[in-house]
């Protein structure tokens, strides 16, 4: 190796290759009475018990996944309480807002998504130094060998034992095939062995841009599943669109009256309204009020404040006549009932303005006027 | 079989220990005068107490016998040193036919669908599969099933001690397969029929499920918990290790969540819908005392062994596994308990003297099926082609 080689490298580790894992177990006991700790092994299948072998204590991991998912749990049941009794509390069969039992299979579900992440992120973040670029075993002679039929026992540079001048004599012994020196490139001249480096970086932003696109393209374009089910899309029945179900809607039944809305039963029969049809609304002080309001908004304009056609319209509109004739005055209630429904001559049916009983009303206010002006002498005090 | 462990103690037949045989006869002679002082006070009780041993031997021994077919289903290797030991404790299958007896005797007494009131439409409809001929005759069917399937595998393997032909265990791992088919089926329906049946208006479709996860966890505590004595008493090769054993305990901490699970789903579903036919079966265990009894069970059967076999050293920790496992046998003899008392007898408090019988008897019946079963072969399955490597087994 040249002078320039060995500037650009640097040592960080030794291997001894072994043919059996009896011999790699023998290996990794007598490196270990030696006095050496930083050990580890390299084989083409997981070697049962090695660990043990390595005096390597059980792993950390389950703690962390314990952690995770103790989070989770609090997380979960945190979440549901806020939502479900606090924020949008909704009664639910009945339950109580706060169902414990409804929240475990959510809480169980967390904390597994939990804990299995932050199990496999922390394994190769915390555990395994990942991500980093490569591995110094990748470029031993004889890697080849030890993912196919050989075993091997690998010691850190920093074990404070190893010294690279020595090492390979200590690793020697009786059923070691071969030692070599594990080199390096030694990071700050070529690259820097970041977590954050740029291109990873890049790498990821530039892979989350692409797919989230892609995604959005085939989605949008390429396939029938629409990438929100929005509210608007769902099945449901339009305003005043006709249905034959009973949820939308529907004419009323046969027969149905509107409150206070009689049929009117002789239409075109103004006699027999007047034969037939009586005022039973009671004459009080209140109801006379009432029917001279409405006299004066309805009647007023046309026939007069007094009921003597002289209304305050003139000019164009035609001349409403007096109501104080022999012949309006001997009408019965139910005979003006019946004008003022369906109006006469060039007067307009008043039926969809005025209700029933205020013209009921306007007629007891309109006798009222028609006594004001012919009172009979009993009348007099 | 190498040649260094057999002139050992686990390759000759078991012999009790005189001790051990004189607390079993002193537990069975308990049983019985108590269950007699018990019997002449409360019938019923006595009764329903019966059904509860009859239901918990008859779990311990076909969890047994389902370990036995899922070692032969799954080719496993590391449960070898253990199959005789799972092997004799499904003797308890045929030994609890005679603990059914007071349920064919009491039959009438103990399931409302042999006297409905006039007018049930439910148990008129139901009375097509609920009548006792048909009852009697799954009776004998699932027995037959079961003892036939125990004489198969534990025999079998017993005649392959002396005649070291390896063909029986290629023509066990074609037979486990089907026949643990055939236990699903027949466990399922055992349940409708001996514990559901009880409460005949109430249904649970999971509640054959519930059974089934109940005989597996009780069959592999049962086998943990003997397996781990023998192992203390230097009954077993040396070459069984911590290794071994963290697959029992793994398989009963994987079981016992796998039971809370089921028992969960069960309540769940019901507690949600809250639907007055189907509530009153869990209503029956809050009333009366039994709140504090679900509550135990959910303590007792899910959390204690939960966090006590969480750790990964906890399950090759023989001292652990011992009380582990007697404490899961304990809390699925009240499991057992609480899904047949409540719903037997209306009143009363869970617990008196008259069920103090249920321990002294579970003892007797267990100690005396082992010292018949084990006393016929070696305590491993000497010719089993897998022993050597199984007894080389690391994690």
Sequence with gaps: ?381 | MTSGIVSRVYTKPYSMPRKLEFAGRGAGAAAILLLAVSSWTDWTRALSDSLVLFIFILTLGLGSLFLVTLEYTVNATWSVPFRRVSENLAALIPASLILALPMLLGVGRLYEWMHPAPGDAILAGKSAYLNLPFFLVRFALFFTAWVVGYRMLAEGSRRQDKSGLHGFSVTASRFSPVFMILLVVTITFAAFDWIMSLVPHWYSSIFGVYLLVSCMVAGVAVTTFVAVLLKMKGYLPAEIRGDHFYNLGALLFALNTAWAYIAFAQFLLIWYANLPHETAWYAMRAANGWGKVSWLLILGHFLVPFIALLNRSAKTNLKRLRWVSLWVLAAHGLDMYWLIAPSVRTGGSPFTWQELWLPFAAAAVGLATWRWAAARAALIPLNDPKLESSLHFHL
């Excluded at chain 1, 390979?168 to 070529?190: F, H, I, Q, T």
């Excluded at chain 1, 291109?199 to 990438?227: C, D, H, K, N, Q």
């Excluded at chain 1, 000019?315 to 007096?322: E, G, L, V, Y």
């Excluded at chain 1, 109501?323 to 060039?346: M, P």
């Design chain 1, 1 to 381: 190796m040249a002078d320039g080689e060995q500037e650009r490298f640097e040592v960080v580790g030794a291997i001894a290759v072994y043919g059996a894992p009896e011999e790699l177990a023998e290996g990794v006991l007598a490196a270990r009475a030696a006095g050496f700790t930083h050990l580890d092994t390299v084989s083409p299948y997981p070697l049962h018990g090695i660990d043990r072998l390595l005096g390597k204590g059980p792993s950390r991991l389950g703690y962390i996944a314990a952690a995770a998912g103790l989070t989770a749990t609090i997380v979960a049941k945190t979440a549901q309480w806020w939502v479900s009794a606090v924020d949008y509390p909704l009664n639910i069969g009945g339950n109580p807002l706060f169902a414990l039992p409804a929240f475990v299979p959510v809480t169980f579900e967390l904390m597994v998504l939990f804990a299995s992440l932050t199990t496999v992120i922390a394994m190769l973040a915390v555990f395994n130094g990942l991500p980093r670029y490569g591995n110094a075993l990748l470029r031993s002679s004889y890697i080849r060998d030890l993912t196919c039929n050989h075993y091997a026992l690998v010691v850190g540079a920093a074990d404070k034992r190893f010294s690279a001048g020595t090492i390979l004599e200590d690793l020697s012994g009786p059923n070691v095939e071969a030692v070599e020196l594990l080199r390096r490139e030694k990071p700050s001249l070529y690259y820097k062995e970041r977590i954050l480096s740029v291109p990873f970086l890049v790498l990821v932003v530039g892979v989350a841009i692409f797919s989230s696109t892609a995604t959005r393209f085939v989605f949008r374009y390429g396939g029938e599943l629409p990438l929100y089910s929005f509210m608007k899309h769902q099945t449901r029945l339009a305003a005043q669109t006709p249905s034959s179900s009973s949820t939308g809607v529907t004419r009323p039944i046969e027969g149905t009256v509107a409150r206070g809305f009689l049929p009117y039963a002789y239409k075109g029969r103004p006699d027999d309204a007047g034969a037939n049809l009586v005022n039973t609304v009671p004459v009080t002080a209140a109801t006379l009020a009432r029917g001279r309001d409405r006299f004066t908004v309805f009647c007023q304009p046309c026939h007069g404040r007094l009921a003597d056609a002289r209304g305050t319209l003139t000019a164009a509109f035609p001349k409403a006549p007096t109501l104080h004739s022999r012949k309006v005055r001997e009408w019965t209630d139910g005979r003006v009932y019946a004008v003022l429904t369906e109006g006469q001559n060039l007067m307009p049916k008043w039926e969809a303005q005025i209700s029933r009983d205020d013209r009921w009303i306007i007629i007891h206010y309109l006798r009222a006027l028609q006594r004001s002006q012919h009172a009979p002498e009993q009348d007099l005090p």
